[in-house]
């Protein structure tokens, strides 16, 4: 687990894509994906940063974002 600063933002979300739908995470033509965390915040995440995530059956799980103060992402961590 990445540990967290005091001037960082976190939120949570859950993801359930299923393995067929994973292929659009590497079309150039879909750089990234606005999700709405639970928190009812809209986030936009590079598809880069959730390939890592894909198993044979999709991208499925809770997950935590850590963001630093000039919104950059510093850690992506699936948590369940």
């Not at 001037?7 to 033509?29: G, H, K, R």
């Not at 809209?42 to 499925?60: A, C, E, M, Y």
């Amino acid at each position: 687990m990445a540990q967290i600063e005091p001037t960082d933002s976190i939120f949570y979300f859950s993801i359930s894509v299923p393995y067929t739908q994973c292929e659009a995470l590497y079309s150039p033509a879909v750089p990234s994906v606005v999700m709405m965390a639970e928190s009812g915040v809209r986030v936009q995440v590079p598809t880069n940063r959730l390939r890592q995530f894909i198993t044979s059956d999709g991208v499925k799980g809770r997950f935590r974002m850590i963001v630093d103060q000039h919104n950059k992402i510093r850690a992506i961590e699936r948590l369940r």
